[in-house]
């Protein structure tokens, strides 16, 4: 088995900030985080199993399984943070702001079985829990992921592996474009963003990637040359973003493609590592972050609801109410995060004593 990539916590820990900030309307940058999350997947999960030898012939039902087990751990905090979302909807129907009908029904059902992100409407995949769309893709997307695994395996060079990354980026290009131009609204923001095939180029991107990263790795680089590619990313990365802020991309690509490359070529460089970006940043603060990143991705926004109903409760100021909303939401997930951990390590130790 492969040693873990250490340098990789840097970029997981600020992936997961952008994030938090982003859906905390601090910064508008949560796309983008989740798209390095997508593509850090993909690379991860090649780079530990290319050369297990399991998932050589893949049938469906070991896909689903591999699927279902990439967010097993996950699965009990997603149920433990849907107990206050649905507490404020059931409430609100005995206020008589809605009712509890079937429709109401079955998008609960499919937030509690992880499907939501198959239906096309935002009613269902931002249902009780904003972010919770992202494990439902993720899973979905992975249980596609053997197929990909294949297709890295038969890669024959570096150069095949990086004309599949551009094909990739090609097909997820060309398939938003037209649900872009020819689909209703809601149905192109959810194929554009949240769709798991969508996805499934990131993620496959990502693979590739990690094929790349595999056959390049034992060619060290010096200090100045991996600190120049660190730059060379970082600056990719503003540069994408600052069209994002701009508006010149149309918005069935303005999540994922405009997203793609700088996602993917910062992955690549950061699992190089050894740049002096990667030597400031790597420090037990951002190992913490890393660390807990997937539990604060499930935990953060329902905190963000409920510290946001609380503070509209206090006689604050706006200036204050500000500054207690910023610190108290990356606080309360980091701990809730860090209670589930040891939660969930605890019983993990029982189960196999």
């Not at 060290?220 to 060379?232: K, R, W």
């Not at 503003?238 to 010149?248: P, T």
């Not at 690509?253 to 790597?282: D, E, H, N, Q």
């Not at 990143?293 to 200036?319: C, E, K, Q, T």
Request: charged content about 15%; aromatic content about 14%.
């Amino acid at each position: 088995m492969r040693g873990k990539i250490v340098s990789l916590d840097c970029l997981r820990a600020l992936a997961c900030l952008t994030v938090l900030l982003g859906h905390m309307h601090i910064l508008e940058c949560a796309s983008f985080g989740v798209s390095i999350f997508f593509v850090m997947s993909g690379f991860l999960m090649t780079y530990n199993y290319i050369d297990r030898p399991v998932m050589q012939k893949p049938d469906v039902l070991s896909a689903v399984k591999f699927g279902i087990r990439k967010i097993k751990r996950l699965y009990p905090l997603h149920l433990i943070m849907l107990i206050f979302p649905m507490g404020l909807q059931l409430i609100a129907a005995r206020a008589g702001l809605h009712s509890i009908n079937g429709q109401f029904i079955l998008r609960s059902l499919s937030v509690v079985s992880l499907t939501h992100s198959l239906f096309p409407n935002e009613e269902y995949y931002f249902f009780l829990n904003l972010s919770s769309w992202y494990l439902s893709s993720i899973m979905f997307a992975s249980m596609l992921f053997p197929a990909v695994l294949r297709g890295v395996r038969k890669c024959r060079s570096t150069g095949n592996a990086l004309l599949a990354v551009f094909i990739s980026f090609i097909i997820q290009f060309i398939l938003c474009g037209i649900a872009g131009r020819t689909a209703p609204e809601k149905l192109m923001q959810w194929f554009t963003y949240i769709c798991p095939l969508t996805r499934l180029f990131e993620l496959s991107a990502g693979a590739y990637t990690a094929y790349i990263f595999i056959n390049l790795r034992n060619k060290e680089l010096s200090v100045v040359s991996a600190s120049l590619l660190e730059a060379a990313a970082v600056a990719f990365c503003i540069a994408a973003q600052k069209v994002f802020y701009l508006g010149i991309v149309p918005d069935y690509w303005i999540r994922t493609a405009l997203y793609f490359f700088p996602s993917v070529f910062i992955v690549f460089v950061s699992a190089l590592g050894g740049g002096i970006f990667t030597k400031l940043l790597l420090n037990p603060v951002t190992k913490l972050i890393s660390d807990m990143s997937a539990y604060i991705f499930v935990i953060h926004a329902v905190v963000i609801n409920a510290v946001g109903i609380i503070m509209d409760r206090l006689p604050l100021s706006v200036p204050a109410a500000k500054v207690i909303y910023c610190i108290t939401v990356p606080a309360v997930s980091l701990s809730l995060s860090l209670a589930y951990s040891k939660a969930y390590n605890y019983m993990k130790k029982r189960r196999a004593a």
